[in-house]
């Protein structure tokens, strides 16, 4: 297997995490689900058994808030949901430090995406709206901005979902 990043990325409930499952499943019979979201309450935590169980049996679902490289997965078929609250970690423990928050994230993408495996990551374009009043959202939207950037750089294929259509901007198609 060869290495291969892919990412996903569109608006909130534009098809992002159907089409990465959709994908994942074409590409295996047995792919890893890694969910970055911090569990914040006990409805949460529900949220996410309910999300487990959706998937099926054929999945290894893994929760993981910030060192995704700490799972070895060589050789895999990774969906990684999503890359908006996995930033938002950084974030958050950082106290709204956005050059130290990008700094560790390009580390840690670095660090996992350094085996051969496919990683197929999902993320938001938040930046699409208007500009907030809040300045922690601002500069929240500016990390993640930079964070898509980044990581659409390194991959090989970026697919924008809108309205629940996949289309291509990467490699681009004539």
């Not at 914040?40 to 996410?48: A, K």
């Not at 990390?143 to 898509?148: A, V």
Request: aromatic content about 10%; proline content about 2%; charged content about 25%.
């Amino acid at each position: 297997m060869e290495k291969r990043i892919i990412l996903i990325t569109g608006g909130q409930r534009s098809g992002k995490s159907s089409y990465a499952q959709s994908l994942a499943l074409q590409l295996s019979d047995h792919p890893v689900y890694l969910a970055t979201s911090r569990i914040w309450d006990e409805e949460y935590r529900e949220r996410i058994r309910r999300h487990q169980q959706d998937r099926g049996p054929q999945w290894t679902n893994i929760e993981e808030e910030k060192q995704l490289s700490r799972h070895a997965l060589q050789g895999r078929v990774i969906v990684i949901d999503c890359l908006t609250l996995w930033a938002t970690n950084f974030f958050f423990d950082n106290n709204s430090d956005v050059g130290q928050s990008l700094q560790e994230l390009k580390q840690e993408f670095d660090k996992f995406t350094a085996p051969k495996a496919t990683f197929i990551f999902v993320t938001n374009e938040i930046g699409l709206g208007g500009v907030s009043e809040n300045l922690i959202q601002r500069r929240f939207t500016d990390l993640q901005g930079w964070l898509n950037q980044y990581v659409a750089g390194k991959a090989d294929e970026v697919v924008l979902m809108v309205s629940g259509i996949a289309t291509k901007i990467k490699p681009v198609q004539f």
